[in-house]
């Protein structure tokens, strides 16, 4: 069954304009990483985490790893065109048999109006 | 950027026909994987390898079967495949642990996207 809620499904924004997103489970993650899928592609890994409280940026992107290990947020600021896609979040449960296993969130199509 | 591949990156087949979706990376690492997603929905994980010789199923229920007899090899085979199997497939791998602590990172293929008819 699905272990990861992201939210939300869908973003139309103005180019220019801040963006946030979010995961949450009811089970424990010891990593969370952050994805994005152009159309036609795989998933290309935009920043990970790996500590409780842990913020992480990329350039524009700013990734934090919740304190109760139960969620995790990714915000994009002044975004543009180029940012078109679907943002994936995806965790390691933890327990010892989700090791080396990802599961990923439903997926955030991101639109962004010029 | 990532040295993994798939072919071929698009098929169209009639019912019933055997397939195999071909996934070779260069980057030497031991774990591999097959997601499976269907457009613009989340990635479901329908196998994985460990290494040589060793093969699991995921957490999504699969007919499909893979083998790893190289490190760098992990094909994905349907027997017979079925309208039901139209999906993109993505194979995945990584290196999970480094030298410095876990990475956790999958590097994936650009996908196999197979129609069923």
């Known amino acids: 069954g699905q272990q990861l809620n992201q939210s939300p499904q869908s973003m139309f924004i103005q180019e220019g304009e801040d963006v946030s997103m979010n995961c949450t489970s009811s089970?424990?993650?010891?990593?969370w990483l952050w994805y994005k899928q152009d159309p036609g592609e795989g998933p290309v890994l935009l920043i990970a985490?790996?500590?409780?409280?842990e913020l992480t940026s990329n350039g524009r992107l700013t990734a934090q790893f919740g304190i109760t290990r139960k969620d995790s947020f990714l915000n994009i600021s002044a975004s543009i065109p180029s940012d078109v896609g679907i943002y994936f979040c995806?965790?390691?449960?933890?327990?010892?048999?989700?090791?080396?296993?990802?599961?990923f969130g439903q997926g955030t199509i991101l639109t962004v109006h010029p | 950027e990532a040295d993994i591949y798939q072919t071929p990156r698009y098929l169209v087949i009639g019912t019933g026909k055997k397939i195999t979706l071909e996934c070779s990376q260069t980057?030497?690492?031991?774990?591999m994987y097959w997601y499976q997603q269907d457009p613009g929905m989340e990635l479901h994980l329908i196998h994985y390898?460990?290494?040589?010789?060793?093969?699991e199923k995921g957490d999504l229920s699969s007919e499909s079967t893979v083998s790893r007899i190289r490190t760098e090899h992990f094909p994905l085979t349907l027997e017979s495949a079925r309208p039901s199997h139209t999906s993109q497939y993505l194979c995945a791998s990584s290196e999970w642990e480094s030298e410095t602590g876990v990475t956790g990172e999958l590097f994936f293929g650009e996908g196999s996207r197979l129609t069923v008819l």
């Open positions: 980057m030497g690492h031991d774990k």
């Open positions: 390898s460990y290494g040589v010789n060793s093969t």
């Open positions: 995806a965790g390691q449960r933890a327990g010892g048999t989700s090791y080396g296993k990802l599961t």
């Open positions: 985490l790996y500590k409780a409280g």
């Open positions: 089970s424990i993650f010891n990593t």
